[in-house]
């Protein structure tokens, strides 16, 4: 329920919240319980809301905690019609140790990730397309450098403005060949050693 009031969306799920009012803009949860029910039946306080109000654009709704604040949609959001008639409730969870640590181990990598080679085939596949992308990149970057020199102050200040900048993409290429590259040699090295 809270997670569908966070997001927005225009889907009523039931179920039974266990807690307590900790003041008029805050409650304590406990527990939640699903209901087997679901709708698309606007919450009271949204069903009295003038409609010209909405067609106008107008914001109705108002807030007097101090606390909280509405946060206002992205255009992109308003776009696609979400986030227009509902809250963006402020949700926060309080975690003891044993939680705290079980969700920083939950995508936590191994040693032995290190270790594990890729298929040898993709990385050739891998390796073959970035080689072919730092090749027209280096094109581009020569183009660019020889463009450079009849271009004046004010236009190179402006030259890479809505343009992908050939410099960086490429030091981000040779940068991501090497390391792919290296990991996958030390680890096939290793392996050979180690299972001799």
Known sequence: MLKHGRAGVPMEVMGLMLGEFVDDYTVRVIDVFAMPQSGTVVIDAFRLINANMMVLGHEPRQTTSNLGHLNKPSIQALIHGLN???????????????????????????????????????????????????????????????????????????KNVGKQDPKRHLEEHVDVLMTSNIVQCLAAMLDTVVFK
């Open 84 to 158: 227009r008639h509902y809250y963006s409730i402020t949700i926060n969870y309080r975690k003891n140790e044993l939680e705290q640590k079980m969700l920083l181990n939950l995508h936590k990598k191994s040693w032995m990730e290190g270790l594990t080679l890729q298929d040898y085939s993709e990385h050739c596949k891998l390796n073959e397309t970035v080689v072919k992308e730092m090749l027209e990149l280096a094109k581009n970057y020569n183009k660019a450098v020889e463009e450079e020199d009849k271009m004046t102050p004010e236009q190179l200040a402006i």
